[in-house]
T-cell receptor
Framework: GQQVMQIPQYQHVQEGEDFTTYCNSS?????IQWYKQRPGGHPVFLIQ?????EVKKQKRLTFQFGEAKKNSSLHITATQTTDVGTYFC????????????FGQGTTLQVKP | KAGVTQTPRYLIKTRGQQVTLSCSPI?????VSWYQQTPGQGLQFLFE???????NKGNFPGRFSGRQFSNSRSEMNVSTLELGDSALYLC?????????????FGPGTRLTVL
């Protein structure tokens, strides 16, 4: 079945350092959504990208959708302890059937 | 608006039993999706209901079933529980008119099977 691969699985950074997580697919994706799950919490929607090469920013977070719509990235500038959590990408895949396929997630730890 | 609510929040069952989980979506949302979250498999799509009809289904055995009521509330049932069914079960609601609608997740039901 369709898969969305996300790397790295874990990332430990010092507060103030940057952080990036990547999602990759072997097939063209119709869209990419990004979610954040705090420890003990539930996924919370961050953003959706649908256009080839799209870049969106939310304060210190920058989201990109690749030109071929097969990859995406989330970059956090100058991490803070409030950024701690697991970041998931998710996509409807190429068939756009309505099944949301999630990446495995990247767990971010920030050392103060 | 009130968020997505799920009951119960925690559940302990033994192998062979069955369980029913409930999800109340955000008011006005007609789509409810269910996901299983485990440390090893991550977030996996179970099924989606829209206007009382199952619109999409993931790759789970028939022991996992669901339904949606006319008020959009949804229930998920797992029969003949196995140890591997221990997981956080999340439901998410959305307006449901567009496949790309934002999913709003509930707090989840933590199921432990002994």
């Amino acid at each position: 079945g369709q898969q969305v691969m996300q790397i790295p699985q874990y990332q430990h950074v010092q507060e103030g350092e940057d952080f990036t997580t990547y999602c990759n697919s072997s097939t063209t994706l119709s869209n990419i959504q990004w979610y954040k799950q705090r420890p003990g919490g539930h996924p919370v929607f961050l953003i959706q990208l649908v256009k080839s090469g799209e870049v969106k920013k939310q304060k210190r977070l920058t989201f990109q959708f690749g030109e071929a719509k097969k990859n995406s990235s989330l970059h956090i500038t100058a991490t803070q302890t409030t950024d701690v959590g697991t970041y998931f990408c998710a996509s409807l895949g190429s068939s756009n059937t309505g099944k949301l396929i999630f990446g495995q997630g990247t767990t971010l730890q920030v050392k103060p | 608006k009130a968020g997505v609510t799920q009951t119960p929040r925690y559940l302990i069952k033994t192998r062979g039993q069955q369980v029913t989980l409930s999800c109340s979506p955000i008011s006005g949302h007609r789509s409810v999706s269910w996901y299983q979250q485990t440390p090893g498999q991550g977030l996996q799509f179970l099924f989606e209901y829209f206007s009382e009809t199952q619109r999409n289904k993931g790759n789970f055995p028939g022991r996992f079933s669901g339904r949606q009521f006319s008020n959009s509330r949804s229930e998920m049932n797992v029969s003949t529980l196995e140890l591997g069914d221990s997981a956080l079960y999340l439901c998410a609601s959305s307006p449901g008119l567009l496949l790309t609608d934002t999913q709003y997740f509930g707090p989840g039901t933590r199921l432990t099977v002994l």
